[in-house]
């Protein structure tokens, strides 16, 4: 599923909906989203409801697995 994103303004910064992050992501999924952060440098995630236990791909350990810095 592509993402559904809305630019923040002319020069960086993106809101994004439709990804739901208190769960796992898939590895295409979470390399989009990565991409995209490198590329417009601040990320919004609208409508999410992320508790302690449940937060997924927000986990650190994570994101040393998938060589992201």
């Known amino acids: 599923m592509p993402l559904n994103m809305q630019p923040l303004s002319d ?3 993106v809101a994004i909906t439709g990804v739901d ?13 990565v991409d995209v952060f ?11 409801h992320i508790e302690p236990q449940t ?3 927000l ?10 810095v």
């Open 38 to 48: 490198v590329k417009k440098q601040v990320l919004v995630f609208r409508d999410q």
């Open 11 to 13: 020069k960086f910064g």
């Open 59 to 68: 986990q650190p350990e994570v994101w040393p697995a998938r060589n992201v």
């Open 21 to 33: 992050l208190s769960k796992e992501l898939d590895e295409k999924l979470f390399d989009e989203i």
């Open 55 to 57: 937060s997924g791909c």
